[in-house]
């Protein structure tokens, strides 16, 4: 059974203090991992997807990062518009159901 | 207008109710998918759909039925709500073709059961 654990589950930062947040994944076969942010009262907003362990993706303040066992998604200088949830998933090439496997989230506040 | 539309955005209903929630997409997906979440558990899904002659079921279809009436629809049914499917219901789609995973989502439809 796929797992994701998203560490920590909440985290409170200064304006320009940065992180990272990590991820955690068991799977049979990695077909990908996603990082995706979700706003309160939203539907989640894609933005990485990560196939094989060592790559490495940027957008903007935010860098995801892929080992065999976990991910992070690194915030460089965070602003207050980056508070949202985080959260990651597994596509599993294993078998079972299709669709992604998400964790919980991790809820990011950056205060002024 | 939204790639992912879904319908009603919040509902309130009393147990033992019957609800339907609806989803439409203008992406041309193939695959549609119900995903639910609630506070503390995150998402999970509860069925998906490759094409109108193929339903599946997810990780929690308990309770839940579905029907694709064409490509670009997909309604999620509780015959018999209870309160404890109080959650906020997403849609999703996901391409065939290039078969990557990402998923794209709605905005979601808040369901209370009281």
């Known amino acids: 059974e796929d797992q994701v654990t998203q560490s920590p589950e909440a985290l409170r930062l200064q304006e320009g203090e940065s992180s990272s947040l990590n991820c955690s994944y068991t799977v049979s076969g990695l077909r990908g991992l996603f990082w995706y942010r979700q706003d309160p009262g939203k539907g989640p907003e894609f933005l990485f997807t990560l196939y094989s362990a060592g790559e490495e993706k940027e957008k903007e303040r935010l860098k995801a990062t892929l080992t065999k066992k976990e991910s992070f998604l690194h915030i460089t200088a965070p602003k207050p518009e980056d508070s949202a949830t985080y959260l990651c998933?597994?596509?599993?090439?294993?078998?079972?159901?299709?669709?992604?496997?998400f964790g919980k989230g991790t809820h990011l506040i950056i205060q002024p | 207008d939204a790639d992912v539309t879904q319908t009603p955005r919040n509902r309130i209903t009393k147990t033992g109710k019957r609800i339907m929630l609806e989803c439409s997409q203008t992406k041309g997906h193939d695959r549609m998918y119900w995903y639910r979440q609630d506070p503390g558990l995150g998402l999970r899904l509860i069925y998906y759909?490759?094409?109108?002659?193929?339903?599946n079921k997810g990780e929690i279809s308990d309770g839940y039925s579905v029907s694709r009436q064409a490509q670009a629809k997909f309604s999620l049914s509780l015959e018999s709500a209870i309160p404890n499917q109080t959650a906020l219901y997403f849609c999703?789609?996901?391409?065939?073709?290039?078969?990557?995973?990402?998923?794209?989502f709605g905005e979601g439809s808040r369901l209370t059961v009281l």
């Open positions: 759909s490759f094409d109108v002659k193929d339903i």
């Open positions: 999703a789609t996901s391409d065939l073709d290039a078969n990557t995973g990402e998923l794209f």
């Open positions: 998933a597994v596509h599993d090439s294993g078998g079972g159901a299709d669709g992604l496997t």
